[in-house]
Protein backbone atom coordinates (compact mmCIF):
# COMPACT_ATOMS: atom_id res chain seq x y z
CA UNK A 1 0.00 0.00 0.00
CA UNK A 2 1.35 3.63 -1.13
CA UNK A 3 1.85 5.62 1.73
CA UNK A 4 0.57 9.12 2.14
CA UNK A 5 3.01 11.81 1.99
CA UNK A 6 2.67 14.94 3.45
CA UNK A 7 4.79 18.45 1.95
CA UNK A 8 4.82 20.80 4.72
CA UNK A 9 6.25 24.15 3.39
CA UNK A 10 8.02 27.09 5.64
CA UNK A 11 6.48 30.79 4.68
CA UNK A 12 9.07 32.90 6.36
CA UNK A 13 6.83 35.87 8.28
CA UNK A 14 7.45 39.66 9.07
CA UNK A 15 9.30 38.05 12.26
CA UNK A 16 11.57 35.86 10.24
CA UNK A 17 12.13 38.66 7.57
CA UNK A 18 13.65 40.76 10.47
CA UNK A 19 16.20 38.28 11.78
CA UNK A 20 18.07 41.20 13.01
CA UNK A 21 15.21 41.34 16.29
CA UNK A 22 16.33 37.67 16.90
CA UNK A 23 20.07 38.68 16.78
CA UNK A 24 19.61 41.33 19.53
CA UNK A 25 17.56 39.19 21.42
CA UNK A 26 20.37 36.59 21.64
CA UNK A 27 22.70 39.06 21.99
CA UNK A 28 20.73 40.45 25.38
CA UNK A 29 20.77 36.94 26.74
CA UNK A 30 24.13 36.05 26.11
CA UNK A 31 25.00 39.10 27.89
CA UNK A 32 22.76 39.08 30.57
CA UNK A 33 24.24 35.54 31.42
CA UNK A 34 27.97 37.05 31.31
CA UNK A 35 27.36 40.02 33.65
CA UNK A 36 25.03 37.84 36.47
CA UNK A 37 27.57 34.98 36.46
CA UNK A 38 30.51 37.51 36.54
CA UNK A 39 28.69 39.80 39.45
CA UNK A 40 28.25 35.86 41.74
CA UNK A 41 31.41 35.33 41.33
CA UNK A 42 32.69 38.74 42.36
CA UNK A 43 30.51 38.01 45.29
CA UNK A 44 32.15 34.75 45.75
CA UNK A 45 35.57 36.95 46.04
CA UNK A 46 34.64 38.88 48.52
CA UNK A 47 33.31 36.20 50.83
CA UNK A 48 29.54 36.40 50.04
CA UNK A 49 28.00 33.32 48.69
CA UNK A 50 24.93 33.53 46.94
CA UNK A 51 22.44 30.97 47.24
CA UNK A 52 22.91 29.96 43.05
CA UNK A 53 26.73 29.35 42.24
CA UNK A 54 27.92 31.09 39.77
CA UNK A 55 28.73 28.70 36.51
CA UNK A 56 32.36 26.98 36.50
CA UNK A 57 34.37 26.71 33.32
CA UNK A 58 37.15 24.05 33.17
CA UNK A 59 40.38 24.59 31.44
CA UNK A 60 40.43 21.51 29.66
CA UNK A 61 42.65 19.72 28.47
CA UNK A 62 45.20 21.21 31.34
CA UNK A 63 41.76 21.14 33.81
CA UNK A 64 39.93 17.86 33.93
CA UNK A 65 36.21 17.72 35.36
CA UNK A 66 36.18 15.21 38.35
CA UNK A 67 34.90 11.87 37.20
CA UNK A 68 31.33 10.89 38.42
CA UNK A 69 32.13 7.39 40.63
CA UNK A 70 29.64 5.57 38.21
CA UNK A 71 31.74 6.80 34.99
CA UNK A 72 32.11 3.67 32.73
CA UNK A 73 35.09 4.78 30.79
CA UNK A 74 38.27 2.71 29.45
CA UNK A 75 37.37 -0.83 29.12
CA UNK A 76 40.05 -3.68 30.76
CA UNK A 77 40.23 -7.48 30.97
CA UNK A 78 40.53 -8.93 34.27
CA UNK A 79 42.97 -11.94 35.60
CA UNK A 80 42.52 -14.19 37.92
CA UNK A 81 44.31 -15.44 41.14
CA UNK A 82 46.78 -17.53 39.26
CA UNK A 83 47.12 -14.62 36.36
CA UNK A 84 45.20 -16.62 34.04
CA UNK A 85 42.43 -14.84 32.06
CA UNK A 86 39.21 -14.67 33.40
CA UNK A 87 37.47 -14.45 29.43
CA UNK A 88 36.29 -17.86 28.57
CA UNK A 89 35.45 -16.62 25.22
CA UNK A 90 31.69 -16.95 25.33
CA UNK A 91 30.96 -14.50 22.85
CA UNK A 92 28.52 -12.36 24.66
CA UNK A 93 30.16 -9.30 24.48
CA UNK A 94 30.57 -9.55 21.08
CA UNK A 95 27.32 -10.73 20.24
CA UNK A 96 25.56 -7.58 22.96
CA UNK A 97 27.82 -5.30 21.26
CA UNK A 98 25.27 -2.47 19.45
CA UNK A 99 28.49 -1.25 17.60
CA UNK A 100 29.60 -4.20 16.68
CA UNK A 101 33.33 -3.13 17.78
CA UNK A 102 34.47 -6.21 20.21
CA UNK A 103 36.19 -8.85 18.23
CA UNK A 104 37.08 -12.06 19.93
CA UNK A 105 39.30 -15.19 18.35
CA UNK A 106 38.62 -17.98 20.40
CA UNK A 107 41.32 -20.66 20.93
CA UNK A 108 41.78 -23.79 22.46
CA UNK A 109 42.99 -23.01 26.24
CA UNK A 110 46.18 -24.65 27.20
CA UNK A 111 44.19 -25.80 30.28
CA UNK A 112 42.79 -28.61 30.41
CA UNK A 113 40.18 -27.73 32.91
CA UNK A 114 39.23 -24.24 30.44
CA UNK A 115 37.41 -25.05 27.16
CA UNK A 116 38.20 -21.92 25.45
CA UNK A 117 40.41 -18.54 26.10
CA UNK A 118 40.43 -15.61 23.22
CA UNK A 119 43.41 -15.88 21.07
CA UNK A 120 42.75 -11.90 20.35
CA UNK A 121 40.44 -9.66 21.67
CA UNK A 122 39.62 -6.44 20.22
CA UNK A 123 37.92 -3.45 20.39
CA UNK A 124 37.28 -0.91 17.58
CA UNK A 125 36.69 1.81 20.77
CA UNK A 126 36.00 4.67 17.64
CA UNK A 127 32.78 2.74 17.11
CA UNK A 128 31.89 2.06 20.66
CA UNK A 129 29.16 3.97 22.54
CA UNK A 130 30.06 3.40 25.67
CA UNK A 131 27.05 2.00 26.54
CA UNK A 132 28.51 -0.70 29.09
CA UNK A 133 26.45 -3.76 27.63
CA UNK A 134 29.66 -5.45 27.41
CA UNK A 135 30.11 -5.51 30.94
CA UNK A 136 26.55 -6.13 32.26
CA UNK A 137 26.43 -9.42 29.58
CA UNK A 138 29.42 -11.07 30.66
CA UNK A 139 28.82 -13.87 32.98
CA UNK A 140 32.05 -14.19 34.65
CA UNK A 141 32.97 -10.49 35.17
CA UNK A 142 36.23 -10.51 32.55
CA UNK A 143 35.32 -7.01 31.05
CA UNK A 144 34.84 -3.90 32.96
CA UNK A 145 35.14 -0.34 32.83
CA UNK A 146 36.95 2.11 34.98
CA UNK A 147 37.47 5.26 36.26
CA UNK A 148 39.87 5.95 32.95
CA UNK A 149 38.94 8.43 30.27
CA UNK A 150 39.35 6.95 26.95
CA UNK A 151 41.89 9.08 25.01
CA UNK A 152 40.36 8.91 21.86
CA UNK A 153 40.64 12.41 21.44
CA UNK A 154 44.17 12.74 21.15
CA UNK A 155 46.42 13.34 17.98
CA UNK A 156 47.55 10.13 17.63
CA UNK A 157 43.42 8.97 17.23
CA UNK A 158 43.80 5.94 18.71
CA UNK A 159 42.09 3.30 16.73
CA UNK A 160 42.45 -0.58 18.74
CA UNK A 161 42.66 -1.64 22.08
CA UNK A 162 44.28 -4.89 21.88
CA UNK A 163 44.02 -7.63 24.58
CA UNK A 164 47.26 -6.94 25.90
CA UNK A 165 46.29 -3.24 26.22
CA UNK A 166 43.13 -4.49 27.84
CA UNK A 167 45.16 -6.75 30.05
CA UNK A 168 47.99 -3.96 31.22
CA UNK A 169 50.56 -5.84 29.56
CA UNK A 170 51.65 -3.53 27.36
CA UNK A 171 51.27 0.52 27.48
CA UNK A 172 52.39 -0.22 23.87
CA UNK A 173 49.63 0.96 21.03
CA UNK A 174 50.18 -1.08 17.59
CA UNK A 175 48.37 1.59 15.78
CA UNK A 176 51.11 3.75 16.08
CA UNK A 177 53.22 1.44 14.60
CA UNK A 178 50.60 0.60 11.42
CA UNK A 179 50.09 4.48 11.04
CA UNK A 180 54.14 5.00 10.50
CA UNK A 181 54.48 1.97 8.32
CA UNK A 182 51.75 3.39 6.30
CA UNK A 183 53.35 6.75 6.27
CA UNK A 184 56.64 5.12 5.07
CA UNK A 185 54.74 3.56 2.01
CA UNK A 186 53.15 6.70 1.03
CA UNK A 187 56.91 8.10 1.13
CA UNK A 188 58.11 5.47 -0.64
CA UNK A 189 55.85 5.79 -3.35
CA UNK A 190 56.17 9.76 -4.04
CA UNK A 191 60.06 9.25 -3.95
CA UNK A 192 59.23 6.63 -7.02
S1 LIG B 1 30.59 -0.30 25.88
FE1 LIG B 1 28.88 -0.85 24.51
S2 LIG B 1 29.56 -0.20 22.49
FE2 LIG B 1 31.38 -0.22 23.77
S3 LIG B 1 32.30 -2.25 23.48
FE3 LIG B 1 30.92 -2.41 25.25
S4 LIG B 1 28.96 -3.10 24.40
FE4 LIG B 1 30.19 -2.31 22.69
S1 LIG C 1 34.64 -10.83 28.17
FE1 LIG C 1 33.02 -11.99 29.24
S2 LIG C 1 31.25 -11.90 27.81
FE2 LIG C 1 33.07 -11.31 26.62
S3 LIG C 1 33.76 -13.24 25.68
FE3 LIG C 1 34.90 -12.97 27.61
S4 LIG C 1 33.71 -14.11 29.11
FE4 LIG C 1 32.35 -13.78 27.36
Redesign the pocket.
Known amino acids: MQKKVTNITFDPGLKEDIYWAEVLRGLWITNRHFVVNMWRHTLRMFGVKTKIRPAVTYQYPEEKRPIHHRWRGR?RLTVKQNGAMRCTACML?ET????D??HIVPGESPDPSIEKFPEQFT?DVLR???????VEACPVDAIR?DLIEPEITGYTRDILFTKEFLLGQTKDRPWEKWIAEEEDKVEAVEES
Do not use: A, L
Request: aromatic share 12%.
Open positions: HCICPCCIICCFCGYCM
